[in-house]
Structure formats: C-alpha cells, structure tokens
C-alpha cells in the first residue's frame, strides 16, 4: 500500500510538472475567436488612434507651445512597466512572497539577461521619437502605409538573426509592397500642401524607414530572446525590456534639449498628449500579447484595417489631406501585400 501511494503521489508530481512545463493548451484555449477579435479590434483603434493623434497635436501646436516627443515615451515607458508588474502580481495571484521570489529569481538575479534586453529597448526608444518626426512632416495615411516597409526590414532581420528562408510568394509580396509604397510617395510629388506649411516631407520620409528598419532589428531580436531556450518568464522579459527603456528615455530627454530639467518636462502637454501616452503605453503591451497569443495573419489584417480607418479619418480631420489614385492604388495594393506575406506558414 506504502508502494502503491509513493507511485501516485510521484506520478502526480510528474503530470504537475509537465502541466507546468507545457502551457501550450492553456493559452490556445485562451485565444479562442471571442479573444482574437477582441485583441485584432484593440490593435486596430490604438494603431489608428496614435497615428491620428501625433498626427494631429504635431501639425496643429504652435512650435513655441509643443511638447517633447522624448518626455512622452519616458512616460509611456513608466506606465509600460506599472502595466507589466501589475500582470506579474496578476499571474502569482498577488501573493507578495510569490511576487519577490520571482522578481528575485528572474529579475534581480539575472543582470547579464537584463543587459541583453537592453538592445531592443534603446531601439524602440529611438523608433518612438522617430515616429513623432516623421508625423510631424507627412500626412498620417502616408506615413501609416510607408511604414509597413516593416515588413521588409524584419524579413532581412530574420535570415540575418534566425536563418530563416523565405518562399518565393514571400519575395513577390516584398515587391508588391515595395510598388505600392512607391505609389504612394508619387501622390505626393505634386502637393505643396507640405511646403506650405513648413513640412519637409524627404525628412518625414527618412524618418519612418530608419522607424521600419528600428522596427524590424527590436522585433526579431525580442522574438530571439522569447526563443533562445532560457526559462525565464515572458512578463518578466517585458519587465526587463521596459525598465531598460526608462533608462534609455531618460537619456534621450537630456540629449535632446540641453535646458531639460523637471519643471519643463511636462511642457506643452494637454489632454490630447496624455492620450497619446496612454495609445503608445497600452499598444506597447498589446504587441507582446499579438506575439504570445495571435499569428503574423492576424497582425496583418489589424495593420490592413488601420490603414483603412487611417486614410479614411483623416479626410474628415485635416483640411489638406488630398487622396489621389495614386495613393489609393498603392494602399491597396500594400493592404494584400501585407495579407499575401503573411498567409505563407513557413
């Protein structure tokens, strides 16, 4: 009898630890339909309503009256990491002894980790300021459907980084992507709209594919980390990733105006600028859930979509947006790109 227990409490030791060892089942049963639209839908409002509303904050303020790109992403980078500690404290059940024990462990405990993460949080760093400049300088349909060129960069990223091959319908759905851009720069050649307003739309243009290309390295070399066999916890990579990007806002803000000091910090800001810190805060922790929950597919439809409503909201919110067929061939053919790239499973 003493034999026959042994075995049963060793055998469920061992179906605890594999249960634990293989939460596969567990998060494919949280990402049923009734999920994945309720993430694909938020992607899509945060997407278009950040674009929209750097967009619209960047074109209409005084530059006298204008607020840090640098002070908002230290901000958004804070409320990231209140964010993520809370899903910490969340998943051990807000027990405090879990809590330390974990952070301890995997946080404290592994610096050489924490430094690894601080590569991809300088780069998102620079790819947020990034994305106030190019906004600042082109029209938000523009900038949203030129920046997809993500897609390209994160392609090179990956036979660089993780040896990936890619098929031939991959490579075809790069050049439509590439066309379609190309379409849409050409709406702008005759529109002096931007000059007249002291926009300098080759500077916005550089800005959004050094963001494509920011984008690309941080996003494969987070799917690197995720991937690299060690066991610590997907929160506690975000936690790392986040807190480094405190560090490197902080810098920014100092490097960015030599005057910086805390009683200017919040200069500029209003009702609209907190909104956008809350879209770049909460859409920052929406990816790493597309990345642990969702498909490539379903982040592309979400990008398509937001493409869509982008364009569609700004004829309606800035007076100099003009729509010409040569933007409207080249979103849509950008649109099934971006469908076409990632319905491949490779």
Not at 213 to 222: E, K, S
Not at 230 to 243: A, D, E, G, H, K
Request: proline share 2%; glycine share 6%.
């Amino acid at each position: 009898m003493v034999a026959s227990k042994d075995s049963e409490i060793e055998l469920e030791r061992l179906i605890i630890e594999d249960d634990a060892e293989k939460p596969l089942p567990r998060q494919h049963t949280n990402s049923g339909f009734i999920f994945k639209a309720y993430v694909i839908c938020s992607m899509t409002i945060l997407w278009t309503g950040y674009t929209l509303m750097v967009r619209y904050t960047r074109s209409t303020t005084p530059s006298a009256e204008l607020y840090s790109s640098c002070a908002v992403v230290f901000l958004s980078e804070l409320v990231k990491c209140s964010i993520v500690i809370g899903f910490i404290a969340w998943e051990s059940n807000f027990c405090y002894k879990k809590i330390h024990t974990l952070l301890s462990r995997e946080f404290f405990g592994k610096p050489i980790e924490l430094l690894k993460m601080s590569v991809p949080s300088m780069t998102y760093a620079i790819q947020n300021n990034l994305d106030f400049i190019a906004l600042s300088n082109l029209d938000a349909g523009v900038y949203q459907v030129t920046a997809q060129l993500k897609v390209v960069t994160t392609a090179i990223f990956m036979m660089l980084f993780l040896g990936r091959k890619f098929s031939g319908r991959r490579w075809l759905a790069i050049l439509f992507l590439f066309a379609g851009v190309a379409l849409v720069q050409l709406n702008n050649v005759d529109d002096k709209s931007s000059k007249n307003k002291g926009e300098n739309h080759f500077k916005g243009l550089i800005a959004v594919l050094s963001t494509c290309v920011t984008a690309g390295f941080a996003g494969v070399y987070f799917e690197m980390m995720l991937k690299d066999g060690s066991s610590t916890p997907f929160w506690i990579r975000n936690l790392q990733m986040y807190t480094c990007g405190i560090f490197w806002a902080f810098i920014g803000c100092y490097m960015s105006d030599g005057n910086f000091s805390l009683s200017n910090f919040q200069h500029g800001f209003n009702s609209f600028v907190y909104i956008i810190i809350g879209f770049l805060s909460v859409g920052g922790i929406y990816i790493s859930l597309v990345m642990k929950h969702l498909d490539n597919l379903h982040k592309s439809f979400a990008s398509a979509v937001s493409i869509i409503l982008v364009v569609i909201l700004s004829l309606f919110i800035f007076e100099s947006v003009h729509i010409g067929l040569y933007f409207v061939f080249g979103s849509c053919i950008v649109c099934g790109a971006i469908m076409l790239y990632n319905s491949v499973n490779e």
